[in-house]
């Protein structure tokens, strides 16, 4: 079967033909979900070069798909790969961790442990005292890398488990201090065996 033959056969049409469309489609806004991130972010170098390749790829590759959009297996195959596109574009932003969030935890028990250990782990913390539905609460602020995230929440959740946090994005944060993972192995752990041992 020549080329010409296996363009019209209904192999290309129902299989390869819905396969492309989908698969430009999720590279398509996957690049889209990622710049309309970072745009909220202000990130404004990043964001204009995302949009750049988004449209060259609609431009190059998905004008040329939409003009075969002929069966309603083309249709299913573009809404699959946009709602697909969205959902990978938030999984490969949540693996690059790119920006700085605020995390505020919200307790009613002895936060000394918890601060000490977010300071010297390198974290820059403030506390603040308050009053709540039930009493006096204590509020701890902190300026968080996002890839450090995970790391601020471990250490929450064992020094205070049932305390109650939220986490925001912070488009500029002055004065940053950078994390000091040594410190943070060095200190954590014998703080960790002390605990354990009490």
Known sequence: MDFAGFMSSDTYTFVVLPVLIGLSRIFDVTIGTLRIIYVSRGMRFLAPALGFFEVLIWLLAITQIISNLTSPIHYIA??????????????????????TVLVRVITRKDTGQLVECLRRSGYRTTMHEASGEHGK??????IVKRKDLKTVLGI????????????????????????????????????????KSK
Request: charged share 20%; aromatic share 14%; hydrophobic share 45%.
């Open 156 to 195: 929450i959740k064992e020094y205070n488990p049932t305390a109650f946090y939220t986490i925001e994005d912070v488009r500029y944060a002055s004065g940053e201090a950078p994390v000091n993972t040594t410190v943070r192995k060095s200190f954590l752990d014998p703080l960790r065996r002390l605990r």
């Open 137 to 142: 609460v204590s509020i701890i602020f902190s």
């Open 78 to 99: 573009y809404a699959a790969g946009f709602a697909a596109g969205n959902f990978v574009g938030i999984l490969v932003e949540e693996k690059l961790s790119v920006g």
